[in-house]
């Protein structure tokens, strides 16, 4: 439970304290403002940062600071996002910026042992790294690493979603190889991408800022070369592909720079998603591209993680040339993808005269209204046993419920909301690990299927809504998609003996589809809280079976 429990509490923190966050951003005007070099056109809140560190380092340091390392990354971590705070306030020079990295970098290689020493099979058997070639190399590595992410942050989700498929990656790894702290802390940090994304993606409401880039990058490459050269099993190189795409892309435009004369840090539009837009791509498209992209060098490190270090080497070096070549090419001869026939008029024209008829958004939502809460009373039923204490609630919130829909009707949504966050994670846990279940095994195969037509369900309703408010559909919907279909398959007797990404997956489809439920309901909740209290009915009889 304490894996699942990480991931679900920082997720939480993160969605509650985004709107804190960016009520201070907005009256201490500390919001991004439009340029020349930007793509938003409107002032948006920047220090989502500081909620996303507090959402992870909660359940951190309640549950796994023991560790030696994992102190370590607290206190390094905590000197980027106060350093990129100040920074989304004020402005800091470069020299106090990456003052304030070496440190934290200083603090992961002295206190947390972070240090590069092993290139696997690339030196002689037996040779490592001697510290006057480690130290220099580790402090680069990391500094590289939290600039490379925090350079990568410019369109809606990028960042975070590319640092997404990594922490997942991550974590599967750690619990694989049986490190539980740094698996522990990807987790963590898993769940408040996961709430931050949706605030983040386009169009966002807040941005996570300096504090939260380089608290992203910072925790990657800390936990990627913690795991890999600690691990006798996993290939040292694997941070390559697990981190190589924001790193190719900040030494593609260094390289573009320094041919043009100009200083390594001067600001332009030559990083990929800045190419793949010129190209013709659309904000969302080049996400989505990207976030494909990534997926596929993640795929790539899990199934190398025990292969030859030269075949890591070689494979990442072959991709690099492959992604700068094309991109050379493109800018060389003018390229552009031919919109007009395939994209505008065929795919996102068909999908146009699809939303304004809307037959299909009827036809989805009816099956969408009934199947989430359908979904949620199953989940309920499945367990063959609960804790006492989760059958001794059950009434408290069901009184809650009927005493607010009776005296304050427009809280309701925020009840429903508060039980079923509260709900999901513990039925889907029992459910999934009980001694057993009523559906049986075809039942528990139509079950699990079940949540795969909702996600689906979910991206259709919210593309085509004509709803301006709410939750839509985003490249952060396919993320999810990809997530839940990839941990399926997973080999996960290793983590505990259960699927525990599987789980994972479950609640957050069904967190996130009752927010486009609760959306699309726009305030009609009476139906809803009719489902949410035969939940809870059925939550408190299971005991009694």
Known sequence: MLPLATLIIAMLLTVMLIPVVSALAVRFQA?????ER?????????IGGVAMALGAFVPIVVWNFADGFVRAYLVGASILVVTGLVDDLRELSPRVKFGGQFAAAAVALFLGGVKITSLGTLLPEGVTLPDPVAVPLTLIAIVGVTNAVNMADGLDGLAGGICLLIFCAIGYLAFLDGNAPIGLVALALAGVIFGFLRFNTHPASIFMGDAGSQFLGFSAVTLALGLTQGSDALSPLLPLLLLGLPVLDTLTVMAIRASQGRSLFSADKNHIHHSLMQIGLRHPESVLVIYVVQALLVLAAVQLRFKSDWIILL??????????????????????ISRHNILDVVIWGGLNRVKVEGTVICLAFRSFEWGVPLLLLISCLRPMLVPGYVTIAAPFLLLLLALVRSVRPQWSGGVIRGVIYLLVPFVIYYGDTGAGSILGVVGERIYEGAFVVVALLMVVISKFSRRSEGFRST????LVIMLAVAVSGLPMQQLLHYRLGLMAAKIIILYFGFEVLMAELRGKYDRLSIWTAAALVALVTINWR
């Open 31 to 35: 919001v991004d403002i439009p340029n």
């Open 38 to 46: 930007k793509v938003h056109l409107r002032p948006i809140p920047r």
């Open 315 to 336: 494979g990442y070096a072959g991709f690099s040339l492959m992604v700068a070549g094309f991109f050379a090419f493109s800018r060389r001869h003018e390229w552009t």
């Open 475 to 478: 490249p952060l919907d396919l």
